[in-house]
């Protein structure tokens, strides 16, 4: 009642949003319904009032998982603080420390005969990965920590986590070319997702996954 719309469903389908902007004290729910064949009836099995959900999901698989939008509502935070003068500096220095450190940890003699063979032969990329990725796997499991836990946050700031559909994400409807946020889901494995219009004058309503793109 508190979003002003109505929704339905039959045969415990999920149910798709009817009407918006409903404003009333009282509502008396009926049906049409119309057959030929004698004996068929129609009943209201179910009717809830609820209020606006609290308890969104994040919608994985069809969007991103709780982890990844944790991480870039994270990242998302820190680039507004770092638009604000008295945050950039700090920001800034941050970034450099952490990066300084990439050389001094991937400086092992273990790694000298990948930077030749790199150095001798650039176009082969899958090569290269590939080799990239034995060498890396020699290096020690102090190095590898300090690289995930000091590195990798950094260079996810500077290049995000994942710019799939998540949710508190900004999505594109397609057929209207409005902008929204996607709110979550209500149930696990649903296909409706629930977003908030960009337009501050715009309810809140739900769609399926298959007309947004993430912007």
């Not at 959900?53 to 991480?71: A, K, R």
């Not at 209207?176 to 977003?195: I, T």
């Amino acid at each position: 009642m508190e979003a002003h719309t109505i929704s339905f469903a039959k045969n415990d389908k999920e149910p798709k949003l009817a009407f918006e902007g409903v404003v009333a004290s009282e509502l008396y729910p009926c049906v049409l319904f119309y057959s030929s064949n004698p004996g068929e009836k129609v009943a209201l099995c179910d009717l809830q009032m609820r209020g606006m959900p609290s308890n969104l999901l994040p919608g994985e698989p069809l969007c991103s998982p709780q982890t990844t939008v944790l991480l870039e509502s994270t990242v998302q935070l820190l680039r507004r603080l770092h638009r604000c003068d008295h945050w950039a500096s700090n920001i800034n220095q941050y970034i450099h420390a952490h990066l300084e450190l990439i050389g001094p940890l991937l400086k092992d003699s273990d790694l000298g005969s990948f930077s030749q063979e790199n150095e001798s032969d650039r176009d082969v990329v899958a090569d290269t990965t590939g080799e990239l990725l034995g060498h890396c796997r020699s290096l020690s499991e102090a190095k590898l920590t300090a690289l995930c836990t000091e590195v990798w946050p950094v260079l996810a700031l500077i290049g995000g986590v994942d710019s799939g559909l998540r949710a508190g994400g900004l999505c594109l409807h397609k057929s209207s070319g409005r902008r929204a946020f996607l709110l979550g889901v209500l149930k696990e494995g649903s296909s409706l997702a629930k977003v908030q219009w960009e337009e501050a004058d715009l309810s809140v309503r739900y769609y399926t996954y298959v007309i947004y793109t993430h912007l």
